[in-house]
């Protein structure tokens, strides 16, 4: 079992930035690829950002691609998602999520857990 707790969301002017935070309990934090996902009420749940299991390999979605930075720290058992130049279209529910998978894999589905969400407005 895996517990996720994101922080960091807030308001946010257009241009700005916000670094999302995501704790998880437990001792095999290594054993989980993570992802970043968000939602809207318009929208179904997408898929934002993942990294592999030591943080090797990282994956974007294209909306994202060189505004958004994913990384994580095994020491604090914390994964982040560095936000920079947020969009309008950037507000939403931002989730993080864990999936055990093999040393390098990115999932974009599957994940197991999930966090409570945190929420990103952004100001135009």
């Known amino acids: 079992q895996v517990q996720l707790v994101e922080s960091g969301g807030g308001l946010v002017q257009a241009g700005g930035s916000l670094r999302l935070s995501c704790a998880a309990s437990g001792r095999t934090f290594s054993s989980y690829a993570m992802g970043w996902f968000r939602q809207t009420p318009a929208k179904e749940r997408e898929f934002v950002a993942g990294?592999?299991?030591?943080?090797?390999?990282?994956y974007y979605a294209d909306s994202v691609k060189g505004r958004f930075t994913i990384s994580r720290d095994s020491a604090k058992n914390t994964a982040y998602l560095q936000m920079n130049s947020l969009q309008f279209e950037d507000t939403a529910v931002y989730y993080c999520?864990?999936?055990?998978?093999?040393?390098?894999?990115?999932?974009?589905?599957?994940?197991?857990?999930w966090g409570q969400g945190t929420q990103v407005t952004v100001s135009s």
């Open positions: 999520a864990a999936v055990a998978t093999a040393q390098t894999a990115i999932p974009l589905v599957g994940y197991d857990y």
């Open positions: 990294i592999s299991r030591r943080g090797g390999r990282t």
